[in-house]
């Protein structure tokens, strides 16, 4: 018998000598669809390869089987000069989507848009949800004009760096990778999301800055 195992088995022998039951944990809360758009938008405006998204996207009709489905998707987005239809559902949501089960062998509009559906599963897929959660956590950190300068001026003249390097440039901030990220979140810098924050992350200028949805 395992460690574990062992371990276990002697507090379930400890619980039924003082008469009591161990406490259940409570159900994680459902996630709401508010709070997976708001996650699935920190991607997008981190993601280097999108170079706009729209809220709500123009309708498309889509052929599903012998039937013709009209639909508005929550987003539309361009991502290297293609088109990209998106909706984002909730677990539950997603249940009763009429284009639910075409979407899983990968749907097509009849304007050429291919569509696609984002739940909690792949949005707050890892490493990247953590990785877009460290880099917005940095957006509210001061970055003075001279560090902002000499930090894209590096990248400029070097094209990518490591993350620790590119942090040396900083001078006025304390946390110098802390004000990297920060130009990250203002979609001067890109970072790739899809591995952790580690200190050889590359990092490289965004000539594309992203563009607001809702232009606020």
Request: net charge negative; hydrophobic share 40%; proline share 6%.
């Amino acid at each position: 018998m395992s460690a574990p195992a062992i371990l276990d088995l002697s507090d379930r022998h400890s619980e039924r000598r003082q008469g009591t039951r161990r406490t259940q944990k409570k159900p994680a809360t459902p996630l709401t669809r508010n709070t997976l758009i708001a996650d699935f938008l920190s991607i997008c405006e981190l993601d280097s390869e999108i170079e706009s998204l729209r809220a709500p996207a123009d309708p498309a009709t889509f052929v599903v089987g012998d039937r013709e489905i009209e639909h508005i998707a929550d987003f539309e987005i361009i991502r290297d000069g293609q088109s990209l239809l998106v909706d984002v559902l909730t677990d539950d949501d997603l249940l009763t989507h009429p284009l639910r089960t075409a979407a899983i062998h990968g749907l097509t509009a009849e304007d050429g848009r291919h569509f696609s559906i984002e739940t909690a599963a792949s949005i707050r897929a890892e490493p990247r949800f953590t990785t877009v959660r460290l880099i917005t956590a940095c957006r509210r950190t001061p970055v003075t004009a001279g560090d902002r300068v000499r930090v894209l001026h590096q990248l400029d003249e070097v094209g990518a760096m490591r993350l620790v390097d590119c942090a040396g440039a900083v001078m006025n901030t304390q946390d110098g990778v802390a004000a990297v990220l920060a130009l990250a979140c203002e979609g001067l810098i890109a970072v790739d999301i899809s591995r952790p924050i580690l200190p050889e992350t590359q990092v490289r200028r965004r000539r594309l800055p992203y563009t607001d949805p809702f232009a606020f």
